[in-house]
C-alpha cells in the first residue's frame, strides 16, 4: 500500500502525538484484526 503525507504535517503530528506518519503506517503491513464495535450506536454506518 502507497502512503503519501504532507512532511509538514508529518511534523505536526509527531509534536502533537510523538507519533510519525511513517511509523504509524506500518500498521497496514501486517495482520489486523477488525470487529463492529455494536456495544453501543455510533451513528457511522
Given at each position: 500500500m502507497?502512503?503519501?503525507w504532507d512532511d509538514d504535517?508529518?511534523?505536526q503530528n509527531i509534536a502533537?502525538?510523538?507519533?510519525s506518519f511513517k511509523d504509524?503506517?506500518?500498521i497496514f503491513g501486517g495482520y489486523t484484526l477488525d470487529?463492529?464495535?455494536d456495544?453501543?450506536?455510533?451513528?457511522e454506518l
Open positions: 502507497l502512503i503519501e504535517k508529518d511534523l502533537k502525538h510523538g507519533l504509524a503506517s506500518r470487529l463492529l464495535d456495544r453501543i450506536e455510533h451513528d
